[in-house]
């Protein structure tokens, strides 16, 4: 199966501080790919560096072409969105408003889009009035999801799509993650919660201080003995 993005040698700094070092990597067409690892490991800036919200060196191809160094709204259009860490939604507007944010890079109607999304999350259409910041943790992490969706993408990017979310609601997020990737949308995910990204993605990647330590299918690494440790406490 062809790589829908790969990564070649991505290198990228925060001032004088580099936290990528030769990051190589590639995301195969219609799977779920996982990135694991340590705070600070690079995991996030990975992710940043795939949609240019941070200055980075190395190569990155999308479907084939060559990622260049424009805005983060250039990458939105070649069909990826990111769902960044912390849900990123805009709190002073409606929920309404914040999905049709998520459309802003596309043309024409967005009506079917947003029937789909409530579909996946059917308490938006009832509260698609209120204001985004009054939703909860779990709901505001549901909006930015729906949001992404609206953009039509090839591609998702998830920074810890789980963060401060009860059992509950991280079961049902990764349920629909999986129940979009049947349909054919592939994932790129960063996920502290080892166990269920190693359940979820077909392939992982360890990252170590900003660069790749292991790598190889999910299957294989949740027996690898330092993924047994470090990662999934036995």
Request: proline share 4%; charged share 25%.
């Given at each position: ?79 990826i969105a990111h769902v960044p860490e ?29 029937a789909r999304v409530t579909d996946y ?69 960063v996920e502290q919660n080892a166990h ?39």
């Amino acid at each position: 199966m062809a790589a829908l993005l790969e990564l070649d040698d991505v290198r990228a700094r925060y001032g004088p501080v580099q936290a990528l070092h030769g990051v190589s990597l590639s995301v195969d067409e219609g799977k779920i790919v996982a990135l694991l690892g340590a705070n600070g490991a690079g995991k996030t800036t990975t992710l940043r560096a795939i949609s240019n919200t941070v200055r980075r060196e190395g190569g990155i191809r999308f479907a084939g072409k060559a990622v260049g160094g424009g805005g983060p709204d250039d990458v939105a259009r070649l069909g990826i969105a990111h769902v960044p860490e912390g849900r990123g939604t805009f709190a002073e507007l409606t929920v309404w408003e914040n999905l049709r944010l998520g459309a802003y890079t596309r043309r024409g109607p967005i009506k079917d889009d947003f029937a789909r999304v409530t579909d996946y999350f059917p308490w938006i259409e009832e509260r698609k009035n209120q204001q985004a910041g009054t939703l909860s943790g779990g709901e505001q992490q549901m909006l930015a999801l729906a949001r992404a969706f609206m953009q039509r993408p090839r591609l998702l990017l998830l920074d810890e799509p789980s963060l401060g979310l009860a059992p509950r609601l991280v079961t049902e997020i990764f349920r629909i993650i999986k129940d979009l990737n049947e349909e054919g949308l592939t994932v790129l995910v960063v996920e502290q919660n080892a166990h269920i990204a190693l359940q979820l993605a077909q392939t992982a990647y360890v990252l170590e201080v900003g660069r790749v330590a292991l790598s190889g299918p999910s299957a294989e690494l949740q027996e690898h003995e330092s993924i047994r440790r470090s990662y999934l406490g036995y």
